[in-house]
């Protein structure tokens, strides 16, 4: 299963502080109560910068709606999944596939049978069936999607004419692949370029997940492709363009809310977070994450820039 760079922070082992909000206790301090009440709602942030602009666009619709929002920092889903169950928390953005992932090895096992896929109905139907029993409901689905994806140079693409995945294939290129280690046997990585679109990865150079290093080495033309993620924000800043997974080697990781079903499965608040999904895309998330980690601009100031562009508060 695959894991962004972006996620990587959120997937880290547990430490002793488990969640936090913006001068208040963990939920570790208090007991684990709830930090909303009434109509108040604690909006969760896995604190890397996709998260943390998805938390602010949560909490800032759902005020434009009338409730009382705060933002709470989380460390990993190990931990922030149990307490969206349990109502310590109750809306966080999180990733179809992956999150369907994650409570299928919670319920079946690590080794259980996979039950994501490249469709997106699919998978979500599949998220909903384990997530519901577990007190979580899942929203729709929107365009945006934060997936493993493959990048080359634009001077490359052109060179050789590639806008998909399989015209790199059919191009018969040799090419040195910047991804994380263990990309040479996860399914989605190595193995399924070869498989899938019969590209001829000759090796696996492990400079991490969309790292700068990995995109550097891609630029310079030490490395011919790198594995990367569709928001990514500084994929220009290093003459880099996405090729096309044209035949659907990655699950359908789209960006969608899950939420406390008890205290948040209501009209009123999968009305706003419905509205805002139905609008945003992966284009438009990339821009976002861009302005944060290019740019330096404060999540909540983007967040709210975009929703007023969009008439959505």
């Given at each position: ?74 460390q990993n889903r190990e931990l922030y ?99 994380g280690d263990e990309c040479e046997e ?128």
């Amino acid at each position: 299963m695959k894991v962004p760079v972006r996620r990587a922070a959120a997937a880290v082992a547990a430490g002793a502080l488990v969640l936090t909000g913006c001068g208040g206790k963990s939920l570790e301090e208090t007991g684990g109560e709830r930090a909303g009440g009434g109509n108040a709602l604690v909006i969760g942030s896995a604190g890397f910068t996709e998260s943390e602009i998805m938390a602010e666009l949560y909490a800032q619709v759902l005020a434009d709606a009338g409730f009382g929002t705060s933002i709470r920092k989380l460390q990993n889903r190990e931990l922030y999944e149990p307490a969206l169950a349990k109502g310590q928390i109750d809306v966080v953005p999180e990733y179809a596939a992956t999150l369907a992932e994650f409570l299928n090895a919670r319920k079946n096992g690590p080794d259980a049978k996979p039950v994501a896929s490249n469709d997106v109905d699919a998978t979500v139907a599949a998220l909903e069936k384990l997530a519901r029993p577990r007190g979580i409901e899942v929203l729709a689905a929107g365009r945006a999607v934060d997936q493993n994806a493959f990048a080359v140079t634009a001077a490359f693409a052109k060179k050789h004419r590639l806008r998909t995945l399989s015209d790199l294939g059919r191009s018969g290129e040799k090419v040195k692949l910047a991804a994380g280690d263990e990309c040479e046997e996860r399914p989605f990585c190595a193995p399924g370029l070869r498989k899938v679109y019969g590209v001829d990865v000759t090796e696996v150079d492990p400079k991490g997940v969309g790292t700068v290093q990995a995109k550097q080495a891609v630029k310079n033309g030490t490395d011919q492709l790198v594995l990367t993620t569709t928001t990514d924000a500084t994929l220009k800043e290093f003459g880099l363009v996405l090729l096309e997974d044209d035949k659907g080697l990655q699950n359908a990781d789209n960006v969608l809310p899950v939420v406390n079903a008890k205290d948040a499965g209501r009209k009123d608040v999968m009305a706003p977070l419905d509205k805002l999904t139905r609008v945003l895309t992966t284009e438009e998330l990339a821009g976002l994450n861009r302005r944060v980690d290019q740019d330096r601009e404060k999540p909540k100031d983007v967040a709210e820039e975009y929703l007023r562009s969009k008439n959505l508060v």
